[in-house]
């Protein structure tokens, strides 16, 4: 149900198959009522012809003497496949010429039925399909008066005739039209799974254009679209051409903030050599100040472009990582804190080098923060996918408040700050697809677990 809900081929495909289906079942059902009708009547024209051909023969019925054998002088005018009978409207046989066993075997019933049948009927004429115990059977009936003795008296003269023949030709009928009715129906699914690519061509012409300005290959949809997608195609443009607008408009003002803070930095830079400070403390104020270079770079380039735009052939997160924590040792080495890093050989983050530094610089700065002595780092290779484990031995994040500190604005604790380091790096890990999850860490305090591609 899913793929229908989200495919328009499937959609299309299947509409039209449903009402095939239903146009073709109508129409095998009016074929086959045309031919039983068909057939109908020639049944019954040819009972209609027989009795005309009885009563032709029989000049004493035609002169309203009492029908009797001796009567019916010329047998030959009569069909031999037909049984025919002549009975009193109170159900007494009077003459029969009989052929079917069947028929034969009740002839003393037969009259009676349909006599009273008839009777019911109330027409001179009456031609039907009926369907005895004995069997199924067409019967025509006349019914004419005639004066007698004692008063006029209704006669009907019966013909019937076994619907065997009947019930197999339109069976076989049927079934004919039936496996024609399948080979055209699969004809034209096999017709229909080639047409939907066509009407829908220019639905995969949009999604492939669409791809293209995503991969940066073209810059706008191209014209000539059907007038049902023109409208939709020139608005996609127009946002585009706004989007490009606006990002050449950020992109602007970025550059001239960029500016402003490299220029501050090398002021401060400056300060910092006029001040006569010694190699050591000048070579870690460069250090920090090429690092601020490099975050505002980086931050500047994901604001413009966003973190998908950014190419990247893989970063690798060991040194990047040493190279943090030595950092933060420093900073906070007034607690005199034992960091342990253990890694697997060849482990690679398939991602921008700057989306690892704010990632793994906001959790290692978190877990140094909190940690009374101990912060210990994990790289492992799962498959295809990497997985970090930072474990501090602080007093560790509450169940409840597991899934509000990566909101922005939200802390775990009452210190300082702003609340969002950990909502910026739950941001990267979502934008790579990946998870970042908080478990009671065997140090005794958190442990984040990150999963990456």
Not at 18 to 46: D, G, P
Not at 144 to 167: C, H, I, N, W
Not at 259 to 274: E, N, V
Request: hydrophobic fraction near 40%; aromatic fraction near 8%; charged fraction near 20%.
């Amino acid at each position: 149900m899913q793929l229908i809900r989200r495919s328009l081929h499937t959609k299309l495909l299947l509409s039209s198959m449903v009402v095939i289906a239903l146009v073709t079942a109508v129409a095998v059902y009016a074929l086959y009522r045309s031919y039983c009708e068909q057939l109908t009547q020639e049944y019954s024209s040819r009972m209609n012809s027989n009795l005309s051909h009885l009563l032709s023969a029989s000049s004493e019925i035609a002169r309203n003497h009492p029908p009797s054998e001796e009567v019916v002088l010329n047998r030959s005018a009569i069909d031999p496949s037909l049984d025919t009978l002549i009975c009193r409207a109170d159900g007494e046989l009077s003459w029969s010429s009989l052929h079917m066993p069947e028929v034969i075997a009740h002839q003393n019933e037969v009259c009676p039925k349909l006599v009273r049948y008839l009777g019911k009927q109330n027409a001179n004429y009456f031609f039907s399909y009926e369907s005895l115990p004995e069997g199924n059977y067409f019967v025509y009936s006349i019914r004419f008066v005639r004066a007698e003795e004692k008063g006029p008296v209704t006669y009907y003269v019966l013909m019937v005739d076994s619907a065997k023949e009947y019930q197999q030709a339109t069976h076989d009928y049927l079934l004919m039209r039936i496996r024609q009715a399948l080979a055209g129906y699969l004809l034209l699914f096999g017709v229909l799974l080639l047409t939907p690519r066509w009407l829908l061509g220019s639905l995969y012409r949009l999604r492939s254009e669409i791809d293209q300005i995503r991969a940066g290959e073209r810059e706008s949809l191209s014209s000539g679209y059907e007038c049902e997608l023109t409208p939709l195609t020139e608005s996609l443009n127009q946002l585009l051409e706004n989007e490009r607008q606006q990002t050449l408009r950020y992109q602007h003002a970025l550059n001239d903030l960029a500016h402003s803070l490299k220029t501050r930095l090398a002021l401060i830079q400056i300060a910092g050599q006029d001040a006569g400070l010694s190699r050591e403390t000048g070579d870690s104020i460069n250090e920090q100040i090429l690092t601020m270079d490099q975050i505002i770079q980086y931050q500047l380039r994901r604001a413009v472009t966003g973190r998908q735009g950014l190419a990247s052939r893989g970063t690798e997160p060991v040194p990047l990582i040493e190279k943090l924590l030595a950092s933060l040792s420093k900073v906070y080495r007034h607690k005199k804190l034992q960091t342990r890093f253990v890694f697997d050989d060849d482990v690679l983050f398939a991602g921008e080098q700057g989306d690892l530094m704010e990632l793994m610089g906001n959790l290692l700065d978190n877990a140094c923060k909190f940690a009374i002595s101990q912060v210990q780092v994990s790289l492992r290779r799962q498959g295809d996918r990497l997985e970090i484990r930072i474990d501090d031995d602080g007093p560790g994040i509450e169940p409840h408040k597991r899934e509000q500190i990566f909101l922005r604005g939200v802390r775990a604790d009452s210190s300082g700050g702003q609340g969002i380091g950990l909502a910026v790096a739950a941001e990267i890990v979502d934008s790579y697809g990946g998870t970042l999850t908080v478990l009671d860490s065997t140090l005794g305090g958190a442990c984040f677990v990150l999963v990456l591609p």
